[in-house]
């Protein structure tokens, strides 16, 4: 069955620092990936997608990449604020499927 | 326009007790999905429903939960009687046509309503 898999967190970072958080998955057909997240206090909201492979998917500094050879999607962002801790879910959808979701990642940003 | 609203956003109840969460989607969104979030895991599906109909409850476990969407807008699950493991955050989510998630991804969550098991 489809599934997904993050690295573990939690992951803490100094603000400015570089940041990838990992995720591999397995599907059967050609699934389409996301990263949601979860701001504190607040519910899940889609970040970032993308639909076939080599598809970049972007938004507020994100970014990640659709993988086929790796079967990967890490999340990376260039210089982190403050404002991004929350926890990150990496998941997909495969044809007409529910979502399925990996773990999640806490991360924490400090100033 | 309203996003989807849950309630309560908190409760706390002893095993063996019984409980509903309700959940009212955006305004139009036919499909409707609740969500087990287990503490330090991801969200897990429990049901879909289409409309009134339900599409997929392979996951519910059907000899305590329940739940229903009976005018196909908004949707009650419950728990009865309710064991320690289902402490969790039970997340409503909402799309406007069954189909499109899987295209799209963005699913229109609620802000969740955790429950905690004594």
């Known amino acids: 069955g489809n599934s997904v898999t993050q690295m573990e967190g939690p992951v803490t970072l100094s603000e400015e620092a570089f940041l990838t958080i990992n995720c591999t998955y397995t599907?059967?057909?050609?699934?389409?990936l996301f990263w949601y997240v979860q701001y504190p206090g607040e519910g899940l909201q889609l970040l970032l997608k993308?639909?076939?492979?080599?598809d970049k998917g972007s938004n507020k500094g994100f970014e990640a990449t659709y993988r086929k050879e790796t079967t990967s999607f890490h999340l990376e962002k260039g210089s982190v604020q403050v404002s991004d801790s929350a926890v990150y879910f990496c998941?997909?959808?495969?044809?007409?499927?529910?979502?399925?979701f990996g773990k999640g990642t806490r991360l924490s940003v400090i100033a | 326009e309203a996003g989807v609203a849950q309630s309560p956003r908190y409760k706390i109840i002893e095993k063996r007790q019984s409980v509903a969460f309700w959940c009212n989607p955006i305004?139009?969104?036919?499909?409707l999905y609740w969500y087990q979030q287990i503490l330090g895991q991801g969200p897990k599906l429990l049901i879909q429903f289409q409309n009134n109909g339900v599409v997929d409850d392979s996951q519910l476990p059907k000899d305590r939960f329940s739940a229903e969407r009976l005018k196909g807008v908004d949707s009650t699950l419950k728990i009865q009687p309710a064991k320690l493991e289902d402490s969790a955050v039970y997340l409503c989510?909402?799309?406007?046509?069954?189909?499109?998630?899987?295209?799209?991804?963005?699913?229109?969550f609620g802000e969740g309503s955790r429950l905690t098991v004594l």
């Open positions: 993308a639909t076939k492979a080599d």
């Open positions: 599907a059967t057909g050609y699934p389409s």
């Open positions: 998941a997909l959808s495969s044809g007409n499927t529910p979502l399925v």
């Open positions: 305004s139009g969104h036919a499909t």
């Open positions: 989510a909402s799309i406007p046509a069954g189909g499109l998630a899987g295209r799209t991804g963005e699913l229109f």
